[in-house]
């Protein structure tokens, strides 16, 4: 039996390896994220300055 303790790590460890596959993702330019809202349906790039 798996302890409660293990389960979360194993979940938190799953998410973080997630994120920093989309920052790779990211930096290589493999996707891009846009700004927007449902309201409007044209989009901008991010700014590189609001990453950092």
Do not use: W
Not at 11 to 16: D, F, L, M, T
Not at 21 to 45: D, P
């Amino acid at each position: 039996m798996k302890s409660t303790l293990f389960t979360d790590f194993d979940k938190r460890a799953q998410e973080v390896r997630r994120y920093f596959l989309l920052l790779k993702n990211l930096e290589k330019g493999s996707i891009k994220l846009s700004m927007g809202n449902a309201n409007n349906t044209k989009t901008k790039l991010i700014n590189k300055e609001y990453l950092k």
